[in-house]
Nanobody, 125 residues
Framework: QVQAVASGGGSVQAGGSLTLSCAAS????????IGWFRRAPGKDREGVGA???????SYADSVKGRFSISKDNAKTTLYLQMNSLKPEDTAMYYC???????????????????WGQGTQVTVSS
């Protein structure tokens, strides 16, 4: 399995927006699950949100209402739209894909066994 690759990070001021992209090889599989994760300096990696093959989404409480996950079926690419960014959103962001039932996918409790390339997001105050 080719690991998913996140891209599109950058530097932005607090209150700004960024859109990250995820290229995931399992995207075309039935029952796929795509998760977004981040790791801030000095902190453990945490789940940000997930989308299952029925396009249902879930989000961590810390980003709910500010972040949204969407997909472009024509490009087999997924996106993480991040609005109203805060300095505490500063982190390396990763996406990962797997085959997982909806409830387990959206539970926020799964983490991949390995990580692909992440993308840095820096939010300044």
């Amino acid at each position: 399995q080719v690991q998913a690759v996140a891209s599109g990070g950058g530097s932005v001021q607090a209150g700004g927006s960024l859109t990250l992209s995820c290229a995931a090889s399992l995207y075309t599989y039935r029952g796929y699950c795509i998760g977004w994760f981040r790791r801030a300096p000095g902190k453990d990696r945490e789940g940000v949100g997930a989308i299952d093959s029925d396009s249902r989404t879930s989000y961590a409480d810390s980003v709910k209402g500010r972040f949204s996950i969407s997909k472009d079926n024509a490009k087999t690419t997924l996106y993480l739209q991040m609005n109203s960014l805060k300095p505490e959103d500063t982190a390396m962001y990763y996406c990962a894909d797997t085959v997982l039932d909806g409830p387990d996918c959206l539970s926020g409790s799964w983490f991949p066994n390995s990580w692909g390339q992440g993308t840095q997001v820096t939010v300044s105050s």
